[in-house]
């Protein structure tokens, strides 16, 4: 198929960006969406041109590297997907794709589409963990037991790949999805249960210092998550924050 | 005698690891405050280390080119962690994970490494779930296990497919509990290009800052290499498109030697390609081995008709099936190792019975999985005369728990769903077992400069078992590590900051700048993927699957030309100080074109078959075990370390000779 792209160029993060139209030609309908960003480079290598900056790594919706914001939606237009693992297949011929970087005053934008979500990295330094040391000595795993239920949620809460498209998709640019979930995980195994209380404070503190916006229910986020990361666990975090303050 | 010294300590090989920690020098923890320790790469090796070290009081600095730690690509790992826990009582041991390691490595490794790993796995699942690793657990709320190919019992833990992103977050997590304390200093963004020695030990590195291009020197009193393994060699493989060798080859130039290059899994169940554009290649995890059954149809006219579209792989009943797996392996069937189940099913492709338009792909098969589980729920939900489409459903639904997230991952991609049609799957490149050379400390050749995790080449011999990589990672990171660089570290206690400002750091800076220089200034005619993608069809070709000597040394006179070619006519666009993506792959592939040529010098000399290496030349030719790998001990049972001497094709072989004293040599046989 053939397609135009509206892509977001921008030199760096001090520069003004805009958007500059390009064309492919012959997609493949197998290709992922990043196939085809590498095809639309090599055609611009080729041509003596710079090419589009992204993030990718793993190219198997994992890492959380790759972002994008396509025809208006966090990593397109496929549901439960990141940008890597939609499919050109989601495309018709003679489409035009519009392609911008995750916008939120939290994340600014470095070059082209990759933006710097550090502030994500700040927020777990706040309280993202459990006090344990590496002795060799904690106790044997099985020693206490956890109710399958208990942990199956946590895995699910687990699941966030840090990729930021709650943030990109919530029209107040709010991280709660986020925040949510890793509140969430630990606090629903009981090796979590101890810290809780700091951890919340401090996490949901970092959070408003990075300047992310406030949750107003709209559930943008979750519909968006291309983990399947449920609302609840804002619902979650924020009773774990009044449990903390009173 | 050899220059190599794996300095493995005295005694019996249960006793070893526990006398060599009484015996060990230590640190005091005031003296730690003044040590600086740098770790390149933040995967489950460099990561647990990173927190680990900085838990014990030394000052650490994390580097990766990823924009977070939590980004390297252990995330990916889907399947599990091995450890001896013996939970599920079906006589697993200590011995018995290292009997199985060092056979499935087809005796290549080093005895005490390998009873190491073993003895502190279990303490790794310990740790784990204390950080909130939420793993699998069964209903009673104690912990899950699974089997991996390879192996007769379950002591895989796993959290659903996606147990390396789990354990990468609680090494993340620990680490960034150390950053909020102020004891590590996370470098993201940031990429080693070179390693500085001052008076012969490991002093610092020199890194780029990614975004803005900067380059920077950063001394320490000990470098860590843990910057993963170099499947990107091929192009295609399993690795993320960042993956890269260059640290341990930039060490390699430096003193560092290279260990059983050659040494390459190539994972039988992975998403066969699809056309020349693809990227990279998707995993679909071992597990799915324990409920999928493999097979190409027995019939030819099937195959055709499959190929037409003319049939189904539903269509054909059980006996126009042919599960070679289960037919040549009755013993082990569809969970033998990975190597062996990759060379079965290159056979019965190359033999024609492949089922795709390529050629290359056969069946994972989950529907007597479904079946044999819906009929245990209906039973245990007591519902008598199910239905065929009940027991369908509830046969789906158990398979969906343990594997839902690969079958959404293999429907996106393939555009078919694996509930009601087979898998197809083809072997890829997926993990190294060699790489950096280590002793027993896992300290390099070069003084105070150490190589943990898949970048060194210790544990794993010539094949690894699935699920063992995860365990390594973590036992050289959490477990290993922090006691042995205790001991060299106690001699750096007088030794004080290491300067920045000296002729060592400044010959390391210029020879990286011109580099980099050399590379923007070129403006040659052809991208660093077309170089690449060259260099990886060689290498597939050539060095792939089956390795011969005619292949080999042509493989080796071609690398040499492409690499040449390279640098004449390699285009990278843009400048050296910005951010700059073409330049980072050019340096990193610029690099393969050297570590490649010594892949294939390894494979030649090397005129045996063991483990990933199968040489044509080296197979049974009678016998029960005819076409099956020959391995040569006589001649073979050392470990290769090559030392650099200029240029790749150049490299002089050191070998260690293999001793084992507590398993006794035998032909591997999964039959």
Redesign the interface.
Known sequence: MNLTLKIWRQ??AQSKGKMVDYKVTEI?E???F??MM??LN?Q???S????V?F???????????CSMYINGEAHGP?R??TTC?L?M?MFKDGDTITIEPFRAKAFPV??DL?V???A??RI???G???????S???????S?????HA??E??DA??C??CGACVASCKNSSAMLFVGAKVS??AL?P??QIEATDRVKNMVAQMDLEGFGNCTNTGACEIECPKGISLDNIARMNRELLKANF | MSVLDSKVPKGPLKDKWTDYKNHIDLVNPANKRNIDVIVVGTGLAGG?AA??LA?LGYNVKTFCY??????A?S??AQGGINAA?N?QGDGDSTYRLFYDTVKGGDYRSREANVYRLAE?SA?I????????V??????????DNRSFGGVLVSRTFY??G?TG??LL?GA???M??Q??RGKIT?Y?RHEMLDVVKVDGKARGIIARNL?TGEIERHSAHAVVIASGGYGNVYFLS?N???SNATAAWKIHKKGAFFANPCYTQIHPTCIPR??D????L??MSESLRNDGRIWVPKNMEDVIAIREGKKKPTDLSEDERDYYLERRYPAFGNLVPRDVASRAAKERCDAGYGVNATGEAVYLDFASAIQRYGKEQAKIHNITNASADKIYELGAAIVKAKYGNLF??YE??V?QDPYKTPMMIYPAVHYTMGGVWVDYNLMTTVDGLYCIGEANFSDHGANRLGASALMQGLADG??VL?YTIGDYLSNEIRTGKIPTDTPEFDAAEKEVTEKINFFVNNKGTH?V?YYHKKLGNIMWEKCGMSRNSTGLKEAMVEIKALREDFYKNV?V??NAN??N??LEKAGRVADFLELGELFAKDALEREESCGGHFREESVEIDGEQEGEAKRNDKDFAFVSAWEYKGEPGEAVLHKEELEFNEIELKQRSYK
């Open positions: 030199k760096d493949s197998h290709m992922s990043l196939e590498d095809v090599e611009l290598i080729n003596g041109e710079e090419p900056a993030d990718h790594d793993c190219r198997e919706g994992i890492c959380g590297m496929d439960g997907v693992q499919h297949r470095l070059k990759v710097d979500r550090g994500f990295d777990q330094h706040a993202g963990y459990i006090s344990v040391n590496t060799g000595n904690t106790q044997d795993a099985n206490l037991p956890i109710s399958k942990a199956d946590a895995m687990a699941t790949i840090g995980q630990y195994l090796q979590g | 647990s927190a680990t838990e990823q924009d977070s730690p939590r980004r690509h995330i990916a826990k939970y502190v303490n699942i310990d740790q784990c779930v204390a950080q909130g939420p793993f699998a657990r069964d209903y009673g709320g104690l912990l959290a659903k996606q992103q789990q977050l993340y997590s620990a960034n509990r950053i909020a996370p993201n975004v399993t993320a498109m960042g699809s056309g554009y693809q990227s990279k998707t995993l959404q991952m996106k991609i555009d959490y477990f922090p991208s993927d285009s666009p843009g910005e951010f993506s073409e």
